[in-house]
């Protein structure tokens, strides 16, 4: 049975950095293109970044574009999205999923950027 856990979220203020981490049981990651993506409160789900299963094609939303990095550890069964310079309109629960979406989907880690 396939589980997928986002970590790393909590509370900021703007300009902040937070590291979040992606990680899957029954499932592995390296298999798959991932990607990242967020909800926030009243809005729909939005992409923020994807990473190709070898690491070597990334990209991103506009958004995250300059300021969030996504990466990958293959050995350990990790997706990473390094998010700097955090605005308040960052703030959402943050998903990881293949990027087709083709996985149940985990609880999220929440994100909070106060002003």
């Known amino acids: 049975q396939v589980h997928i856990v986002e970590s790393g979220g909590g509370l900021v203020q703007a300009g902040g950095s937070l590291r979040l981490s992606c990680s899957a049981s029954?499932?592995?990651?390296?298999?798959?293109?991932i990607g990242w993506f967020r909800q926030a409160p009243g809005k729909g789900q939005e992409f923020v970044a994807g990473?190709?299963?070898?690491?070597?094609?990334?990209h991103y939303a506009n958004f995250a574009k300059g300021r969030f990095t996504i990466s990958r550890d293959n050995a350990k069964n990790l997706v990473y999205l390094e998010m700097n310079s955090l605005k308040p309109e960052d703030t959402a629960v943050y998903f990881c999923?293949?990027?087709?979406?083709?996985?149940?989907w985990g609880q999220g880690t929440q994100v909070t950027v106060s002003s």
């Open positions: 029954g499932l592995t990651l390296s298999n798959y293109a």
């Open positions: 990473i190709s299963y070898t690491a070597v094609t990334t």
């Open positions: 999923n293949d990027m087709e979406k083709g996985q149940p």
